[in-house]
């Protein structure tokens, strides 16, 4: 089973200031990355798929990067509907299909 | 627009079955494989099982192998979870997930239902 290890736990960034966060496979996934948004109450929703394709109705501040092991989200500018749990999840070996434990990305 | 809404949620003791429905809508169901994915109260994801579009593949996570069935019903748009057996540890918000590739899976969820919580205890 691929471990997928997200960074930091909670990361706290002001509202029009960029936030990055990080996530590690155990082994290589390749570029069969997904990152979800979560907010309090509600389903996950995609953003990314591909390790750097944004989903359908996704805005551009959203960016995703990394191959193999290493990956990265960012959103460029903090909106204040930006601000929710954002789990990675690994689709190159399933099952299963892994998550990250999320980050909280939250006000500063 | 893609729906799926999920029901069949509630309270349970250890040991009791419940029944998880998970209705579709907005998209030909029978072209996706579909999944269940939970997350206990504060926690984070985690897939429990996937069934192709023909049934003729089925997964499901150890945690739940062996207490739970997941089937499905093309012709009502239904997806299913059947948990026997059930434990303090399965409580959690079940959410059923579309697989994003249509007849061929890919793995990840493009669409989520909102979920239903199943809690077990005495």
């Known amino acids: 089973e691929i471990v997928m290890t997200q960074s930091p736990a909670t990361l706290s960034v002001s509202p029009g200031e960029r936030a990055t966060l990080s996530c590690r496979a155990s082994?290589?996934?390749?570029?069969?990355l997904a990152w979800y948004q979560q907010k309090p109450g509600q389903a996950p929703r995609l953003l990314i798929y591909?390790?750097?394709t944004r989903a359908t109705g996704i805005p551009a501040r959203f960016s995703g990067s990394g191959s193999g092991t290493e990956f990265t989200l960012t959103i460029s500018s903090l909106q204040s509907e930006d601000f929710a749990v954002y789990y990675c999840?690994?689709?190159?070996?399933?099952?299963?299909?892994?998550f990250g434990q999320g980050t909280k990305l939250e006000i500063k | 627009e893609v729906q799926l809404v999920e029901s069949g949620g509630g309270l349970v003791q250890p040991g009791g079955s419940l029944r998880l429905s998970c209705a579709a809508s907005?998209?030909?169901?029978?072209?996706?494989?579909m999944n269940w994915v939970r997350q206990a109260p504060g926690k984070g994801l985690e897939w429990v099982s996937y069934?192709?579009?023909?049934?003729?593949?089925?997964y499901y996570a150890d945690s739940v192998k062996g207490r739970f069935t997941i089937s499905r019903d093309n012709a009502k748009n239904s997806l299913y979870l059947q948990m026997n057996s059930l434990r303090d540890e399965d409580t959690a918000v079940y959410y059923c997930?579309?697989?994003?590739?249509?007849?061929?899976?890919?793995?990840?969820?493009?669409?989520w239902g909102q979920g239903t919580l199943v809690t077990v205890s005495s």
């Open positions: 999840q690994q689709y190159n070996n399933w099952p299963p299909n892994t």
């Open positions: 591909g390790a750097s």
């Open positions: 997930a579309r697989d994003s590739g249509s007849y061929y899976p890919i793995g990840y969820f493009d669409y």
């Open positions: 069934i192709s579009s023909s049934s003729s593949t089925i």
């Open positions: 907005g998209f030909t169901f029978s072209s996706y494989s």
């Open positions: 082994q290589s996934v390749s570029s069969n």
